[in-house]
Structures are given as structure tokens and as C-alpha cells.
């Protein structure tokens, strides 16, 4: 059974940082994108950034570049989402996914196969 389970969210003032975690379980992610994505409140589902297992490449979206950094330990399987300079608008849930080792869709949601349950991001002014 396929899980990739996020954690690391949680309640931080403007200006503050978090790291999120996402482990993977399941089937072989070595050669998967890994992509982290985010959803506010009454707001379409966002990408945030990605990467594949091995490394590289790395994509973000123009909102977190220099704020945010994507990295994975391969012999954890786990992904990492390094979050840094927290504003309010970076309160929304914040969710890990996996798709094949592809670059079409790499921002579209829809392009992933597997989804985490989501951990809560909030950030107070």
C-alpha cells in the first residue's frame, strides 16, 4: 500500500520558518517526482515545488523562490519542504505528492498519482 504521509506543520508568527516532511512507503519512489503543493481556504490547489528523487531537478513556484527550499534524504525516502520568511499568505494546507519520473504536468496537480493527507500551515501577523 502506497502512503506518503506529511508532517511538521503547525501555528507560526510572520517572519518564521517550518519544515515540513513528507515519508514515503509503499513502492520504489527513487526515479518519482516529488512535488509539494499547497491549499488555502476557498483557493485552488497551488503548486509549490518539486523534484525528483535523485535530486535534481528542482522547481518552484514564484512566490517561495529564495524563501523556500525542496530537499530529500534518498535512504529515508523522505522529502523535505524548508520553509523560511512565513507570511500569512503562506497559511493553507500543505500536501506532499509522487508522479512518474516525467516533466509534463510537473505543476499540475492532477499530473500526480499519489497524495499525502496534508498538514496545516498556519502563519499569524
Known amino acids: 500500500q502506497v502512503q506518503l504521509v506529511e508532517s511538521g506543520g503547525g501555528l507560526v508568527q510572520a517572519g518564521g520558518s517550518l519544515r515540513l516532511a513528507c515519508a514515503a512507503s509503499?513502492?520504489?519512489?527513487?526515479?518519482?517526482?516529488m512535488g509539494w503543493f499547497r491549499q488555502a481556504p476557498g483557493k485552488e490547489r497551488e503548486f509549490v515545488a518539486a523534484?525528483?528523487?535523485?535530486?535534481?531537478?528542482?522547481y518552484y513556484t514564484d512566490s517561495v523562490k529564495g524563501r523556500f527550499t525542496i530537499s530529500r534524504d534518498s535512504a529515508k525516502i523522505t522529502v523535505y519542504l524548508q520553509m523560511n520568511s512565513l507570511n500569512p499568505g503562506d497559511t493553507a494546507v500543505y500536501y506532499c505528492?509522487?508522479?512518474?519520473?516525467?516533466?509534463?504536468?510537473?505543476?499540475?496537480?492532477?499530473?500526480?498519482?499519489?497524495w499525502g493527507q496534508g498538514t496545516q500551515v498556519t502563519v499569524s501577523s
Open positions: 505528492a509522487a508522479k512518474p519520473p516525467n516533466l509534463r504536468g510537473v505543476t499540475q496537480w492532477d499530473s500526480y498519482d499519489y
Open positions: 509503499g513502492r520504489t519512489f527513487s526515479n518519482y517526482i
Open positions: 523534484m525528483h528523487m535523485n535530486g535534481r531537478p528542482l
